[in-house]
């Protein structure tokens, strides 16, 4: 893995970790449940990817240093939860800078083991929202991409962008951080621009 995907992949960890924690206090979890939702938002995109993809065990749940970061970033999360509500825009970039590294990483791995387009379109974006996902599900809410925000459609385009461009013989480094920085701009441009994909709710007004 490149230097600049393992940074921005803990970075990501980092942001997601947060993401999880402050939504497990926000339903007065215990510190228990902080951590479990920390690490499900900041992992369990990456373990879903890895099963899928016949890795096993998940390189998640063996590679130390990542649940390591995910546990530590919970517990000072839990800790000091009222600096953290004051960070929410910094925390925002975080998370778009995270998904697109996990976009990016995901559909690498997946490219590298078998090229497939529906393969690695869908291991890319499950490697990216899988966790945010299951954090909603265990907060027992609708997940948020599935009902609003122009965000999982990032991730989707960037892991259609490494397909394509993979086929044609793109230098693999260049190709992971062009699509890091393409899912990440998308994401930004979605915030600022408040892209959001058509709702049912257009059908409750008619």
Not at 4 to 24: D, Q, V
């Amino acid at each position: 893995m490149s230097l600049i995907l393992l940074i921005t992949n803990y970075i990501g960890i980092i942001a997601f970790s947060i993401s999880g924690s402050m939504k497990a206090i926000e339903k007065k979890m215990d510190l228990l449940g902080v951590i479990t939702l920390g690490f499900s938002t900041s992992l369990a995109g990456g373990i879903l990817a890895d099963l899928l993809l016949g890795i096993t065990p998940p390189t998640n749940l063996i590679c130390i240093p990542y649940p390591t970061a995910s546990f530590i970033t919970s517990i000072v999360t839990f800790a000091f939860y009222k600096k953290f509500t004051h960070v929410s825009k910094p925390l925002i970039y975080a998370d778009a800078l995270g998904l697109g590294a996990f976009t990016a990483s995901g559909a690498s791995l997946a490219f590298s083991l078998r090229p497939d387009p529906l393969l690695v379109i869908m291991v890319g974006t499950i490697t990216a929202v899988g966790g945010g996902v299951l954090r909603d599900i265990l907060a027992n809410e609708i997940p948020l991409v599935l009902t609003k925000e122009f965000y999982a459609s990032a991730s989707i385009i960037g892991s259609t962008v490494y397909y394509g461009l993979a086929e044609l013989g793109v230098q693999t480094g260049f190709l992971t951080t062009l699509v890091l920085l393409l899912t990440f701009t998308l994401r930004l441009l979605a915030i600022r621009m408040k892209w959001k994909l058509p709702s049912s709710a257009v059908f409750d007004k008619s």
